[in-house]
């Protein structure tokens, strides 16, 4: 099983930056795609960025050119800096992690959430 913790949310004025981070923990073969989501108030939960193993992201539209997602692979981490921040970007970001964990003698690809970190753009 994978654990997720994150840190590095809070509260930061428009136009401010911050950073995310994610460290995972936990016994399993290998994690594979590391990322973040995030949920805002009466919203579903949505991709914000993932990162791939060895290469390849993926972003959602509104914050391209203004997140930049990025891993440690040796330490098991990944980062999110958020630049530019707007208010739209508030919302509860969550650690998301797919992960080769053994179950019964087999390997298998299951995917893993953190507990999730609040991010407030205001001012």
């Known amino acids: 099983q994978v654990q997720l913790v994150e840190s590095g949310g809070g509260l930061v004025q428009p136009g401010g930056s911050l950073e995310l981070s994610c460290t995972a923990s936990g016994s399993f073969f290998r994690i594979n795609t590391m990322g973040w989501y ?44 958020m630049n530019d921040l707007k208010r739209e970007d508030t919302a509860v970001y969550y ?14 690809e299951r995917v893993y959430w953190g507990q999730g970190t609040q991010v407030n753009v205001s001012s």
């Open 38 to 81: 995030r949920q805002a108030p009466g919203k579903q939960r949505e991709l914000v960025a993932i990162i791939e193993r060895s290469v390849g992201t993926k972003y959602t539209e509104s914050v391209k050119g203004r997140f930049n997602v990025s891993r440690d692979n040796a330490k098991k981490m990944v980062y999110l800096q």
């Open 95 to 108: 650690c998301y992690a797919t992960a080769d964990v053994y179950t019964i003698g087999r390997l298998s």
